[in-house]
């Protein structure tokens, strides 16, 4: 499988694939050291961008370092993220044509006042980064506190997309 990493129409740098892949086959695994939740919110204080990607609960991280941290949101993409024994795996969900951008669904969560903006293009788009849970969550709390910002750490999101490309 040969994956390439080269500028995007939804944000920066996106992850290509030269070859077919058929779906259902692992693409890519997301690998970097592993962080608990804590470690990263020092680390990156001060940081708009990060590239964690939150295991099991959500209290360890993994630090991306490696090709899948290039791969970009999409609310209709052609791969999802799964964990396996503590390893997150990119695997197709569609086949997916040579030259094609590889995309999987971000479900950020965690993002204190970013509101994490989709440009993903697609037709389904919900025109955010959250998964469909953290939106709910924002919208009960926005109604519990009128007026208010909710206060929160950085976000804990891989790209930052909000910058107008
Ligand atoms: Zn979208």
């Given at each position: ?41 020092i ?24 090709m ?24 197709a ?33 919900r ?31 891989k ?7």
């Amino acid at each position: 499988m040969g994956l390439i990493i080269r500028s995007s129409a939804i944000h920066a740098a996106g992850c290509y694939t030269t070859t077919r892949i058929p779906k259902g086959k692992r693409v890519v695994e997301y690998t970097g050291p592993r962080l608990t939740k804590d470690e990263a919110d020092i680390l990156y204080e001060d940081s708009p961008l990060t590239y964690l990607f939150g295991l099991g609960d959500g209290s360890v991280v993994i630090d991306g370092h490696c090709m899948a941290m290039f791969i970009n949101h999409s609310c209709d993409a052609n791969c999802e993220t799964g964990e396996e024994d503590g390893r997150v795996w990119v695997t197709a969900i569609k086949n997916i044509a040579p030259g094609s951008e590889i995309t999987y669904d971000y479900c950020l969560y965690d993002g204190g006042d970013d509101a994490a903006v989709c440009n993903c293009g697609s037709k389904n788009c919900r025109g955010t980064m959250y998964s469909k849970e953290e939106v709910r969550r924002r919208k009960a709390a926005a109604k519990k506190a009128p007026g208010k910002t909710p206060r929160g750490k950085r976000a804990k999101r891989k790209t930052g997309a909000s910058d107008g490309g």
